[in-house]
């Protein structure tokens, strides 16, 4: 095949297609609006395009497509925002950004980490649009090539991460992680539709929790809380560190690291189904593996920050195979993007490339432009907006519960949202006193539905292959891609348990008195031999062995770590408690008085609604707890609600409504759904 | 001060892509109610990457230009119990100025038809203003199609594998017709929609599938030209005296009812095949709708009817939605209402029927 001769030609006449200043105009536009919609958290691809999707019908072909891919390629450029400077995945690929990103802020290093974040970026989304180029002509047998059996391999190669993030005790990773994976069953299953540790009766449990809330409630809210207990800016000493040119060096010292995160970015987005939120495990996961001083991650190791984020935005040039070559889409954005695709008069589908390979490649070549000015911009911006983390947070956390309620409520509109996340919350701040590890938990969470659907899946299909014939079973499930996964896995357990005592992925904890640790176990302990019976319980036998195997090893982890308990004295690492000594313990507000602030939030939410509430909130809070002249305190509260309002309102989107609402009928913003 | 910039460029690129987008519409006067200025929420109780998404993201612009007011017509989701929260939803909307209006599928349908106890929603208290028939293809790989001559008796004892979303969605007719062809199809429950189990197919994983007119018209097609599938039978289309006919999409293709009649010990009458049909007509040339909410005005409804009507006598309708949406009649007024009653109405016994069945082929109860 002449691959060159073919692409070539149309390579050339896609860049004249797109390099006139009409179709230049929409791809920064789309850029403009991409990098505004992923600065905030839970809002992404899906809420951006869905806002220029009725402009784009009419719309000049390429136009249109410079516009949609402009926005598309920078939301995970822009969203290192909020997990650097706040802690909050801003969205589902750069959760493990967080880990390392926000650390560094706390030290003061936020430009750093921002730009060189942003420059990893920028070199994975040029890479993934320069393998987009060659890949999407050959691309079909390859992406046929990964089955069942090679897409389970893959979640459990995401899995096996755990390994490496357990933290200090394996078992207690192990648990974490099995905690997550049972989280993430909660509702129907998918396969036969049983409810698993919910009720028609609370309909909103059947659907499950969301990776949005769950994100946010594990690693954001324990966070805000934290900063707000001690009262003071999130950079230590409020100062800005290093600049954002040390970033930039920083990257380039590790621009092999980069590309090979790249490459694992453009590797997993290809393949359709996995979606994208196992990519930044992966990459972090290697990282850290080839990392030779591994003590620093956890606390702002500047390798964490590249990894992942050469990895998530070389996953967009990936995931365009599928969605270009099969129409099938792999996100949730790049399904409204498959919709666009055809108001503007094309079809996603092999004859796309066959017929129409220029426009593919305008698309291509949207991608790098879009990269390039959209990591440009950020570079740009990022000493500015590092200032902010040199507030004091007590001035920031309003806004922060304002955005993240927004965000939540995103999910499924409905008031539940405002409780799970409250829940989930409250859940995250004690895996994160005690050292459970909060990463474990997310990758669990994250890869629940896959790892049981793919495992079901491929086990009805290796049967009936196997009736055929013990040769063509065989032959499906040990195929070379399954045995060189099988092996990369096998590999990074092993050196992940051996490298795991060295690794803190959330810092230094300390230990303390026995009692808090134990109850919390406890507690732990029953909710898994719940679970365990709640699925034995089930009739269905394919809806209720994966919980119930899950279920039944997190029990028996918990009953070994008990017994390590009642044996070993309180100085033991099984006794972490940040309450004990330390930060924490010496914040000057406590815990409960800090969440209740957050908790009234919600509470005035669903009685009088989202901005009602939260026009109370910021003057009550702004007031009393920082302390504010009224003036300052109006002006504040006024802006944030003008800001969300804007925010909402151009992109139509609703408030919460509370009760006040089902009475009396308010128009937006006050008013509910 | 960087967070507000951001916020005034957003703002701004609001503005002029809004900008660019009116200037391309024309001024529309009309009797009825008047929408100018206004934005209409289009809800599909789905996610974006449904089939009712592409069938919203077609007319939606459509619709725009047709309404007196030319408003923006915005496409809102609302995924999340298997759509029965959006239905829930609108049924609780009581009629305002006609901003809102629903889109409902198939698979709101099911749910309502199954006895489902999430449904709170009362298709008789809506009104709809247009109705979309689609159809459906059941399709073979090129080996076992050779042993398929119009009758089913030499797939029998076969080993087929599908890739399916579940046995109460819309994938329930697929399912009931391959059994009474006496096929053995064994389910492969838990994909996420059709594409996947399109590229299960294509895999070799499974080895029978089917796809709704238009995904096979873009997913499929092609690789039957290739001779990688063959098409194995239609569902069919409603003929006029409510017979099931030859989908006129398809003309070439046999209906699963000759290709039923054809094969020994598959029955064209009685109670299992009652069942399947009330089934597929409420699944298929029944399958997605628009309504107003409960208590629209009669001036509502006829400016929503006469929009679509003038979309759908558009020169160029005909050729753009044969390829987005396959040759089907695209219903309004009382052609909508009759199907809205075929659609949403099972006789008893079909309903017990194929709750017995789910219950006892994949022990599937809905409580």
Redesign the interface.
């Known amino acids: 095949m002449d691959l060159l001769g073919t692409a070539l030609p149309a390579l050339a006449e896609a860049f004249s297609l797109i390099l006139q200043p009409q179709q230049l105009t929409f791809l920064v536009?789309g850029v403009?609006?991409g990098?505004?919609?992923g600065?905030f958290p839970g809002l992404g691809g899906?809420a951006g395009l869905?806002?220029?999707?009725?402009?784009v019908?009419?719309?000049e072909p390429v136009s249109g497509l410079a516009?949609m891919v402009g926005l598309v390629a920078v939301i995970p450029t822009s969203d290192t925002f909020a997990s650097v400077l706040m802690g909050i995945p801003g969205s589902s690929a750069s959760q493990a950004t967080v880990l390392d990103g926000f650390p560094l802020a706390k030290k003061g290093e936020a430009a750093r980490a921002l730009s060189a974040a942003f420059a990893s970026s920028l070199f994975g989304g040029l890479l993934g649009a320069f393998f987009l180029t060659f890949f999407i002509l050959i691309a079909r047998p390859i992406v046929?090539a990964?089955?069942?059996p090679e897409m389970l391999m893959i979640t459990i190669l995401g899995l096996s991460m755990v390994a490496i993030l357990a933290g200090r005790l394996p078992l207690k990773g192990v648990a974490a992680a099995c905690m997550g994976l049972l989280v993430g069953t909660i509702g129907?299953?998918?396969?036969?539709?049983s409810l698993r540790m919910s009720s028609?009766s609370i309909?909103y449990l059947?659907?499950g929790l969301q990776l949005v809330i769950v994100g946010m409630g594990i690693f954001a809210i324990p966070e805000i809380i934290s900063l707000l207990r001690q009262d003071r800016a999130i950079s230590r000493d409020a100062t800005l560190g290093a600049g954002w040119l040390k970033g930039v060096s920083d990257w380039w010292d590790n621009i092999w690291l980069s590309i090979r995160c790249s490459l694992i970015g453009v590797i997993v987005g290809v393949i359709?189904?996995l979606g994208g939120s196992v990519v930044d495990w992966i990459a972090y996961g290697h990282t850290v593996q080839t990392t030779g001083d591994k003590s620093g991650f956890g606390s702002g190791e500047i390798r964490g920050v590249i990894g992942p984020e050469s990895s998530n935005n070389a996953k967009e040039g990936g995931g365009l195979v599928p969605t270009l070559i099969?129409?099938?889409?792999g996100s949730?954005s790049m399904?409204?993007f498959l919709?666009?695709l055809?108001?503007l008069g094309y079809?996603a589908?092999?004859?796309l490339i066959t017929n129409d390979l220029d426009i593919t490649y305008t698309v291509v070549w949207s991608l790098a432009l879009a990269n390039v000015v959209g990591a440009g911009l950020c570079i740009l911006?990022s000493p500015?907006?590092a200032?902010l983390t040199t507030i004091r947070f007590t001035m920031l956390a309003p806004f922060l519960f304002m955005m993240i309620t927004f965000a939540a409520f995103q999910s499924?509109?409905s008031l539940g949202d405002l409780v799970a996340l409250f829940a989930v919350g409250l859940l995250g701040i004690f895996l994160r006193r005690f050292d459970w590890s909060r990463p474990a938990f997310l990758i669990g969470f994250v890869l629940s539905t896959q790892a049981?659907?793919f495992s079901?899946?491929a086990y009805?299909?290796a049967m009936?292959k196997f009736?055929?014939g013990a040769d063509v079973g065989l032959e499906y499930i040990f195929s070379p891609i399954v045995i060189i996964l099988l092996i990369i896995t096998v590999v990074s357990i092993i050196v992940g348990i051996r490298q795991a005592k060295s690794i803190m992925s959330e810092g230094e904890v300390p230990v303390g008195g026995k009692r808090a640790p134990l109850i919390f176990l406890l507690i732990v302990t029953v909710y898994f031999v719940v679970s365990y019976f709640d699925a034995a319980a089930i009739?269905?036998?394919?809806d209720r062995i994966f919980p119930m195997t899950i279920a039944f090893v997190a029990t028996v982890s918990c009953l070994l770590l008990l017994i390590r308990m009642s044996r070993a004295p309180n100085t033991d690492v099984i006794f972490a408690d940040r309450e004990a000594a330390g930060e924490d313990a010496e914040a000057p507000q406590g815990l409960w008085r800090t969440l209740a602030w957050f908790a009234i939030l919600l509470i005035l939410s669903s009685l009088v609604g989202f901005i009602l509430a939260l026009a109370i909130f910021f003057v009550v809070f702004l007031r009393i707890r920082a302390g504010r002249t009224w003036s300052r305190t109006l002006l504040l509260a006024a802006g944030g609600i003008a800001?969300i309002c804007?925010?909402a309102g151009?992109l139509?989107r609703d408030f919460p409504p509370g009760l006040l609402q089902t009475f009396v009928e308010l128009p937006w913003p006050l008013g509910g759904? | 001060m960087s967070i507000t910039k951001i916020t005034r460029w957003m703002t701004l690129g609001f503005a002029a892509s809004a900008a660019i987008a009116f200037s391309t519409q024309v001024v529309a006067s009309s009797h009825g109610i008047d929408l100018k200025g206004k934005t209409v929420e289009w809800v599909i109780p789905f996610s974006e990457s449904g089939g009712s998404a592409k069938w919203a993201h077609f007319y939606a612009p459509l619709l725009s230009e047709a309404l007196p007011g030319s408003p923006t017509v915005v496409v809102k989701f609302m995924p999340g119990a298997g759509s029965t929260k959006g239905a829930n939803w609108f049924q609780k909307r009581k009629y305002k100025d006609g901003t809102t209006i629903f889109g409902s599928s198939g698979s709101t349908q099911f749910p309502y038809l199954l006895g489902d106890p999430r449904v709170k929603y009362e298709y008789g208290d809506w009104n709809v203003v247009m109705a979309s028939g689609t159809g459906g293809v059941a399709y073979l790989p090129p080996d076992l199609a050779k042993k398929f001559d119009g009758d089913a008796d030499d797939l029998k004892g076969i080993d087929f594998i599908y890739g399916s979303q579940g046995a109460t969605r819309l994938d329930l007719v697929p399912l009931l017709a391959w059994e009474m062809l006496g096929l053995t199809v064994e389910p492969v429950f838990g994909i996420k929609g059709r594409g996947d189990g399109r590229l299960m197919f294509e895999r070799g994983e499974a080895n029978i599938d089917y796809q709704t007119s238009s995904s096979y018209l873009k997913g499929v097609a092609p690789l039957v030209k290739e001779g990688k599938a063959v098409p194995m039978m239609s569902w069919g289309s409603l003929g006029a005296d409510g017979d099931i006919v030859r989908d006129p999409t398809f003309p070439d293709m046999p209906t699963f009812k000759e290709v039923c009649e054809a094969t020994a010990g598959c029955e064209t009458k009685g109670e299992q095949w009652d069942a399947w049909k009330a089934f597929f007509i409420a699944g298929f040339p029944a399958q997605k709708m628009v309504f107003l909410p409960n208590g629209a005005p009669a001036e509502a409804i006829a400016t929503y009817t006469k929009a679509f009507q003038a979309v759908h006598a558009r020169p160029d309708f005909a050729k753009i939605s044969a390829v987005r949406l396959g040759k089907y009649p695209q219903m309004t007024g009382d052609m909508a209402t009759a199907t809205l009653k075929s659609g949403t109405n099972v006789p008893a016994e079909a309903k017990t029927f194929v709750l017995n069945w789910l219950k006892e082929r994949y022990g599937v109860t809905l409580k």
């Open positions: 536009l403009l609006l990098l505004s919609v600065v899906i869905s806002l220029v999707l009725p402009f019908y009419g719309m516009l046929l990964f089955g069942l129907e299953a998918d396969a036969g539709g028609y309909p059947t659907d359709p189904g099969f129409g099938i889409p949730g399904a409204i919709g666009g055809a108001l079809d589908g092999p004859q911006l500015g907006i200032r499924r509109q049981e659907n079901f899946q009805q299909i009936s009736r055929r009739t269905m036998q394919t800001l804007i925010m151009s139509n759904i």
